[in-house]
């Protein structure tokens, strides 16, 4: 890796984490402590505002923004190729905001890279969501955000119909499907759905606060402890 690449990974890795030590650095970067320290020690010449010292810890301080990054013609297809094959399994929005970011990326990169990029034989022929499935991932998602409970109506395979009032956690996308996990009022216990079969979907205004044992870190202890006595 060439000397000014690494410094640049440094900054990177010191204002992505709270406390970063030369040690960390010395991993990730594959060097020894002592070219971390001079590295270091160059940045903070160069007016890079990076606190602490050997031994100790490095963290940046706060408004720190680095220029537009540039990017190889290799990184440019692989942000090609990601949007590509995300954008058919996306709510409406973040498809329309993932196209946005390309085309930004894209206008700012040096010839040879952008025409790399723009000549990416690799596409996404899967079939998209339908329009009521996107509609409800763009809510559930707004309301994982805002932390706004949601009243469903949810067919189970069962084929039963249930009414639930629920705190949406997160959304995952398991190929052909999205589902989301929440808290359910209901149950009183963690519930997965699939976004498919929800067949009613109202935001409501009450929000909701992180209780004990009832977290997306709470749910993923549970799923892990799972797969431990599997």
């Known amino acids: 890796m060439r000397r000014a690449d690494r410094l640049f990974q440094i900054v990177q890795l010191i204002r992505g984490r ?15 402590i002592r070219t971390v320290y001079r590295d270091v020690a160059a940045l903070q010449q160069q007016g890079v505002p990076i606190d602490g010292e050997a031994g100790v810890g490095y963290r940046m301080r706060v408004g720190f923004e680095l220029p537009p990054l540039m990017f190889s013609a290799e990184e440019a297809q692989s942000l090609v190729a990601a949007v590509r094959l995300a ?14 970011a390309l085309s930004k990326i894209l206008a700012v990169l040096p010839g040879t890279a952008r025409a790399a990029a ?13 329009e009521a499935t996107r509609a409800r ?29 629920v705190r949406p956690l997160a959304c995952f996308f398991w190929g052909p499907v999205w589902t989301f996990s929440a808290w359910c009022e209901l149950r009183e216990d963690f519930r997965s759905f699939r976004v498919d079969r ?11 606060r ?13 799923d892990n402890a799972r797969e431990d006595w599997a």
């Open 18 to 32: 709270r406390l970063t030590t030369a040690e960390f650095l010395a991993q990730r970067l594959e060097v020894s």
């Open 87 to 100: 954008q058919p399994q996306l709510d409406a929005v973040l498809e329309q905001r993932a196209e946005e």
């Open 118 to 130: 723009e000549s990416l034989t690799v596409y996404a022929l899967q079939r998209g969501l339908d």
């Open 137 to 165: 991932l763009t809510q559930l998602r707004q309301a994982t955000e805002s932390r706004n409970k949601l009243r469903l109506s949810y067919l189970d395979l069962n084929e039963q119909t249930t009414q639930r009032v």
């Open 198 to 208: 929800v067949q009613a979907l109202e935001v409501l205004e009450e929000r909701f």
């Open 210 to 222: 992180d209780e004990p044992g009832k977290t997306l870190a709470d749910l993923q202890r549970l």
